[in-house]
């Protein structure tokens, strides 16, 4: 009962919450009494809800869906039923390591598509219903990827690059309507991300990495605050304030001490 009571009523989206940081971003929704849907392609995302469930969410409901495409994103937009939107965390995405030339080009494709055409699309749809309606908080998972070259990454830190660009021109766009936009910009994070990507023969792969309940704690934060980024702990914020400096040609080339395969020996 006591739980019940603090159930808000208001209704929070959350992509890629099956692990790592957009689970963690779906917790903090969670205890904040929010309803939530949940949103991966995979059926480990019905585990997720339930762990939501247990930390005093309003209603939990799970949806599988690949957000690589308008299908995809039109079942997700078919599950929320008209009910207004307090939260739409765009948080889903996915790396690929290896040279650009060796990586396989439905593989790359498929990290565009979920990153970019995906995401832009699940916006496009849902962020001009936030602004009729004048009030809502919008959080998009950038990088500090998005400021260098990604060598070993390319694609990744091209996709990257696009959405932190994205959310401030999204947000100057839309900043008399009520509703905001944050970027979060997390560097290496502790997830299955590296895996994922084929990485865990590089540097990055291998070296210790922030906590995503941290990660995802600030960028929650910043969003409810409305502010427009956060890059999340001191070692990413001087990175960012290095890659602001440094020609494009030294990041690049730092980038592949970072991931290129093999990297993780040396
Ligand atoms: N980890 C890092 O170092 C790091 C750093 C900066 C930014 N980020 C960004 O943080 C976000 C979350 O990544 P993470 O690190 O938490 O990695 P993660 O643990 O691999 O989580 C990725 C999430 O995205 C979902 N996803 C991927 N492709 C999808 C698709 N086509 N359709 C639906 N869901 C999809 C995954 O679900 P399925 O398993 O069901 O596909 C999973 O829930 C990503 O946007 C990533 O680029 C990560």
Same mark, same amino acid.
């Given at each position: 009962m006591a739980q019940a009571q603090r159930h808000t009523g208001k209704f929070s989206i959350v992509t890629g &919450?099956? /692990?790592g940081i957009g689970l963690e971003l779906a917790k903090n929704c969670a205890r904040d009494g929010m309803d939530i849907l949940v949103v991966a392609n995979e059926p480990e995302i019905e585990q997720a809800a339930e762990t939501l469930r247990g930390l005093g969410a309003g209603q939990v409901e799970a949806l599988q869906a690949d957000l690589s495409n308008e299908a995809g994103v039109d079942k997700l937009i078919a599950a929320i039923k008209g009910r207004s939107i307090e939260h739409l965390i765009a948080n889903a995405g996915r790396g690929l390591g290896d040279s650009f030339l060796n990586q396989d080009w439905a593989a790359a494709k498929y990290v565009v598509q979920t990153n970019i055409t995906g995401t832009l699309y699940l916006i496009h749809e849902l962020a001009r219903r936030m602004v009729d309606a004048g009030t809502g908080r919008i959080l998009i998972t950038g990088s500090? &990827? %998005?400021?260098?070259? %990604?060598?070993?990454?390319a694609v990744y830190n091209g996709t990257k690059a696009f959405l932190d660009s994205f959310s401030y021109a999204l947000r100057e766009e839309i900043k008399d309507s009520g509703v905001t936009v944050t970027c979060l910009m997390p560097g &290496? /994070? $502790? /997830? $299955?991300f590296f895996e994922r990507a084929d990485m865990m023969d590089t540097k990055i792969g291998q070296e210790k990495k922030m906590d995503p309940a941290e990660v995802a704690k600030q960028g929650y934060d910043a969003m409810l605050a409305g502010d427009g980024q956060v890059v999340t702990g001191w070692k990413n914020k001087m990175q960012v304030a290095m890659s602001h400096v440094m020609p494009a040609e030294q990041l690049a080339k730092q980038h592949t001490k970072e991931a290129a395969p093999g990297t993780a020996k040396h």
């Open positions: &919450a099956s /692990t500090i &990827a %998005g400021f260098m070259p %990604g060598s070993y990454q &290496a /994070t $502790e /997830t $299955e």
